[in-house]
C-alpha cells in the first residue's frame, strides 16, 4: 500500500502532478473536491500526507486555505513550484465557435480572464477542478462546453485541446505545500524556510518592528499576508514566510517574536524549494 496524499481535485489534475513530482508515483490518492474535504480526510486519518495550492503568480494568496491551516493545527513540511499550463478542451470535432460556456476552477478562469474576455461569445461558469471538468465532458459527451484543464487532463479524459497555453501571463507558476496533522522533524542543518503567524497589537510601528527583528537576525521575508481575527474586528493576523542561511537565525527571532507578538505560531519549518 502506497502513501496515502489527498488532493484538491482528481486525477489529471495540477495538483495530481504535483503529488507525483513531490512524492513519486507509488503513492494511493486521494482525490478531494475542496479543500475543506482535503483538511478532513487528514485530520480523519484517511490520508497521510496532503497537497495544498497556497499562492499563484498572476491570481495570488489563497486566502481560505491560510485559515484552514491555523484553524486545524496543520502542519507545513514542505513546498512544491509547479509551472500551470492552462489548456482549452473540448469533446473531439468541437469547433471554439460552437462553445458557448467554459467550466473550470476558479482560479483557473481568473487566470486566463484575459483570453476569455477575446472570446465574448463564452460564459465563464465556476466549477469545482480543472480535470473533474474535463471528466465530466467525457463521461456525459457535453457539446458547447470546453474545460481549461492541464494537458494530461486532454489525455487521460480523451478530450481535443483547441487552444494552448491560454494563461494571461506565460510564466504562471503556483506554489503548492505539503501539509500534514504532525510535524515531520528535519534535521536542522536542512531547514531553510519556515512559515508563521502572530498577531501584532495597534500600537504605531508594531509590525515595523516585528520586521526589524526579523531583518536583525538575517531572516529573508519572502511572503507577508494579512488576515483579519474573526473574533476580534479590526484586528489583524499575519501569515509570514522567511527564508534563512543558518537554523540558528531563526531560533533567535523565534525566541524574540514569542514575546513580541500575540498568538504566535509557527505553521512549518522545512526546505526552500526555490534553491
Known amino acids: 500500500m502506497g502513501l496515502k496524499v489527498a488532493i484538491q481535485g482528481i486525477k489529471g ?43 499563484n503568480s498572476i491570481a495570488g494568496s489563497i486566502l481560505p486555505n ?3 491551516l491555523y484553524e486545524h493545527n496543520l502542519h507545513i513540511i514542505g513546498e512544491h513550484y509547479l509551472n500551470i499550463h492552462h489548456h482549452l ?7 471554439l465557435s ?20 477575446q472570446q465574448s461569445h463564452i460564459k465563464m461558469v465556476e466549477d469545482v477542478d480543472t480535470a473533474e471538468t474535463a471528466r465530466q465532458i467525457q463521461e456525459n459527451q457535453i457539446k ?22 491560454i494563461q494571461t501571463i506565460k510564466n504562471n507558476a503556483t506554489r503548492f505545500i505539503v501539509i ?25 510601528g508594531s509590525l515595523a518592528t516585528v520586521l526589524n527583528v526579523m531583518s536583525d537576525c538575517n531572516l529573508n521575508l519572502t511572503k ?39 498568538d504566535f505560531k509557527v505553521l512549518g519549518e522545512y526546505k526552500n524549494a526555490r534553491l
Open 224 to 262: 507577508i499576508q494579512s488576515l483579519p481575527v474573526i473574533k476580534t474586528p479590526w484586528k489583524y493576523a499575519f501569515f509570514v514566510d522567511v527564508t534563512f542561511d543558518e537554523y540558528e537565525q531563526f531560533a533567535k527571532s523565534k525566541s524574540l517574536l514569542e514575546i513580541m507578538t500575540e
Open 98 to 117: 460552437e462553445i458557448k460556456e467554459v467550466r473550470s476552477h476558479p482560479m483557473a478562469l481568473l487566470q486566463c480572464r484575459e483570453y476569455l474576455k
Open 180 to 204: 500534514k496533522t504532525k510535524n515531520k522533524a528535519l534535521p536542522k542543518e536542512e531547514i531553510n524556510k519556515a512559515s508563521l503567524r502572530f498577531i501584532t497589537d495597534h500600537k504605531r
Open 13 to 55: 489534475s495540477n495538483h495530481h502532478q504535483v503529488a507525483k513530482e513531490f512524492f513519486g508515483s507509488d503513492i494511493e490518492l486521494v482525490e478531494c473536491l475542496s479543500f475543506h474535504g482535503l483538511v478532513d480526510e487528514l485530520l480523519d486519518k484517511r490520508a497521510d500526507k496532503g497537497i495544498m495550492a497556497i499562492e
Open 89 to 95: 478542451m473540448v469533446l473531439n470535432g468541437q469547433r
Open 144 to 165: 458547447g462546453i470546453a474545460a481549461i484543464a492541464p494537458k494530461a487532463a486532454a489525455e487521460l479524459y480523451g478530450l481535443e485541446i483547441i487552444a494552448t497555453d
Open 66 to 68: 491560510y485559515s484552514l
